[in-house]
């Protein structure tokens, strides 16, 4: 009697020391899933495609710390898969461990936002953007040819015309062809039924809009300024006159640090240099801002057909509306350059 007393009271004991210990690995499970991140500012993280156990594993400890080697046994022991964490996370203070777990287990990616303005190239476009992706810039000029031309920019020289400085939101994980789309995207969202009919107006496409914008926005940086230059090239164009854009000269010439144009630079023959060919040139020279594609579209209307930049610091331009009153603004601002021994 007193043996079949002892057993049970082992067993109890037994019993009891499983249930605390089970309770205790309860809590401590609980404890690391809701333990928290305690950084003070957020970590994007970037685990590439086909990453190993042992590589999600480092990567995570190595930008979290502990709370990243917690994430890492939550993620495994919820059978996560490596190819599944593919993606860039952003960790945030404050995130549970259970939730940055199963964004990586279900692959719940955070967007990059993908900013870019003052480009002039579309080779200086491909790098950047291929700079926050997995593709290359190659894999971005591949794409343009394959989904551009279907769009009406039918020749590389106008794929910049399709695209417009702005910031978008994207996975690390797209590619290049999801990219171009959504690029593409704004500039058609851009070009409504409004926008299009002043264009029209204009006696002017979307895209000879984009390219006399490009040259705009080279001529002047001043906002109150645009809509005069580009009604002056406006004018120009409908009177038949070249526009001898000195921007068009750089691109051309294929130096934009140029502060003063000579003779040998119009001289140079190139489907992009204003001064030897009539019209617009055959596409954009930079990648042009909305506001300077409504400028164009909204330029207001004034008889002017020269211009000459002021002989001061200002950035802005004198106009003319006869050649002797521009050959006074140009030679003021020569002698400007001469003083300053600019060539």
Same mark, same amino acid.
């Given at each position: 009697m007193k043996k079949t007393h002892k057993v049970r009271n082992t067993i109890i004991i037994v019993v009891a020391i499983l249930l605390v210990t089970g309770v205790s690995a309860a809590l401590m499970a609980y404890w690391k899933a809701t333990y928290r991140y305690t950084g003070f500012e957020k970590v994007r993280i970037y685990i590439p495609s086909g990453a190993t156990a042992a590589a999600v594993r480092d990567t995570l400890e190595k930008n979290l710390g502990d709370f990243g080697r917690e994430v890492y046994n939550a993620w495994s022991w919820q059978k996560g898969q490596s190819e599944k964490a593919y993606g860039s996370y952003v960790i945030s203070p404050g995130d549970r #461990?259970? !939730?940055?777990?199963?964004?990586?287990?279900?692959?719940?990616?955070?967007?990059?936002?993908?900013?870019?303005?003052? #480009?002039? !190239?579309?080779?200086?476009?491909?790098?950047?953007?291929?700079?926050?992706?997995?593709?290359t810039s190659e894999d971005f000029m591949r794409a343009c040819d394959s989904i551009l031309p279907e769009q009406g920019y039918g020749t590389p020289e106008l794929y910049p015309a399709a695209f417009a400085p702005d910031t978008y939101q994207l996975y690390w994980t797209a590619g290049a062809g999801e990219v171009v789309e959504k690029l593409a995207a704004s500039g058609r969202e851009f070009w409504n039924e409004e926008r299009r009919a002043k264009a029209h107006a204009l006696g002017l496409s979307p895209q000879e809009v984009a390219t006399l914008a490009s040259i705009v926005e080279e001529e002047t940086n001043q906002a109150d300024e645009q809509p005069l230059v580009a009604r002056l090239y406006l004018n120009r164009l409908a009177q038949g006159i070249k526009l001898q854009a000195d921007p068009t000269v750089k691109f051309a010439v294929g130096d934009f640090t140029l502060r003063r144009i000579t003779?040998?630079?119009?001289?140079?023959?190139?489907?992009?240099?204003?001064?030897?060919?009539?019209?617009l040139p055959p596409g954009p020279i930079r990648i042009a801002e909305k506001k300077t594609l409504d400028a164009v579209l909204d330029a207001p209307v004034h008889d002017y057909i020269y211009m000459c930049a002021r002989p001061d610091t200002s950035g802005h331009h004198a106009f003319a509306k006869t050649y002797q009153e521009h050959l006074d603004n140009a030679a003021a601002y020569h002698r400007y350059l001469n003083a300053r021994n600019i060539k």
């Open positions: #461990v259970i !939730t940055v777990s199963r964004n990586l287990l279900y692959g719940r990616q955070h967007p990059l936002n993908i900013t870019f303005n003052n #480009v002039r !190239t579309l080779d200086q476009l491909a790098e950047k953007v291929a700079a926050r992706f997995t593709f003779g040998k630079h119009t001289a140079v023959q190139s489907p992009y240099n204003t001064y030897q060919v009539q019209g």
